[in-house]
């Protein structure tokens, strides 16, 4: 299910933006948001809101994609996850320098 939610947020902002960029975008931020999320949740020792997490918000994208795919398609995904992360730090990085 998680996979599927993913592939519709990456379809809309194609469809919508129509910009690489802008899906780059998004990819950090579900990666941070994700993260994030489970960092507060292992934060708070409140076991109810811990299990929920841990039940239905995934860890990262990398497991999102580990879950459904193995092997060679694992790596490419991965790997392709891995230079939206580059992109993303370059975009910020490239932000912050022009804002200045």
Known sequence: MDLIIL???IVIVIMVYRDVKFLVY???T???LFRLIHHIGDKFKIIDINTFINRYIPSSLFSIFEKY???LVYDIISWSLIIAFCAFL???VKYL???K
């Open 7 to 9: 592939l519709i947020l």
């Open 30 to 32: 579900l990666e941070l």
């Open 97 to 99: 320098i022009t804002k």
């Open 69 to 71: 795919t193995t092997g």
């Open 90 to 92: 370059y975009y910020l």
């Open 26 to 28: 998004l990819l950090g």
